[in-house]
């Protein structure tokens, strides 16, 4: 079975914490905005300002990611996603 080039992996193991930092993003956001809530007596204005925010978080995490993948691809090169064992086998 052929191996995954390094870079690819990082990629992959980058791309695969999104889903976390995007859920997470949201719950501190809905989590703080319910706290601030009882602190000030708002009914549900500010979870519902925070969760918002938290949501918005998670988006710019995600365009932040994918501008660093297209970056890493244009450095690297990486048109081929596995290595190339034909020149060990010479």
């Not at 859920?23 to 319910?34: D, E, H, L, Q």
């Not at 450095?75 to 190339?84: C, F, G, R, T, W």
């Amino acid at each position: 079975m052929p191996k995954l080039k390094k870079e690819y992996k990082r990629l992959i193991f980058a791309l695969s914490s999104l889903g976390i930092e995007m859920v997470a993003s949201i719950v501190v956001g809905y989590f703080i905005g319910k706290y601030l809530d009882k602190v000030f007596d708002t009914g549900n204005t500010l979870t519902m300002l925070f969760l918002l925010l938290g949501v918005v978080a998670g988006f710019r995490s995600l365009v932040v990611a994918a501008k660093r993948v297209q970056k890493d691809i244009r450095e690297h090169k990486l048109d081929n996603v596995y290595e190339n064992n034909k020149s060990s086998e010479k």
